[in-house]
């Protein structure tokens, strides 16, 4: 299976374009929990949201527990291996995923219901051009149609 084939998943995203994808992200995060731990961050913290003799209160280091909450949220978010190779949106229980593969398809594009699929419909609120990108795969085909897609995201 070639780069193309392998990074476009079953329901018609590209891997590469997902945050999820982003190991840079998810290295820099664990970087920074590794160091924030380190230091004992959240006892500077602690300090730092109480007014002293030295500084005034910083109320946003008050908040320090749901920062670092978040971040170990953003660090679950990581895809650890391709939809293709089993990983990717709840790693291996994609119902998309299950779908395609029982139905012995490459992916969704090879589906004549996708377009009302009830599958892909939840997946449109954060990918608007899914149907587009299904669209392409099915007219360019798997290895040509990623120079021509468009946003991942609808904030794209």
């Known amino acids: 299976m070639d780069d193309e084939q392998l990074l476009t998943t ?3 995203l590209y891997c590469r374009d997902c945050i999820p994808s982003k190991k840079d992200l998810y290295a820099t995060a664990a970087k920074l929990a590794e160091l924030l731990e380190e ?3 959240d006892k500077y913290a602690a300090l730092k949201s109480e007014q002293t003799y030295w500084s005034s209160a910083n109320a946003a280091f008050s908040k320090y527990s749901e920062f670092i909450e978040v971040l170990q ?3 679950g978010l990581e895809c650890k291996s391709l939809c293709k190779q089993g990983g990717g949106w709840k790693e291996g ?3 998309v995923r299950n779908c395609a593969v029982g139905k012995k398809l490459a992916g969704c594009w090879e589906c004549s219901d996708y377009k009302s699929c009830k599958l892909l419909e939840p997946m449109l609120k954060f990918h608007p051009n899914l149907l587009y990108h ?3 795969i099915k007219s360019e085909g798997i290895d040509n149609w990623a120079r021509k897609r468009k ?3 609808y904030w794209q």
Do not use: D, N
């Open 10 to 12: 079953y329901c018609g």
């Open 39 to 41: 230091l004992g961050f």
């Open 73 to 75: 949220a953003i660090r």
């Open 93 to 95: 229980r994609c119902e």
């Open 134 to 136: 299904l669209e392409l």
């Open 151 to 153: 946003g991942h995201y």
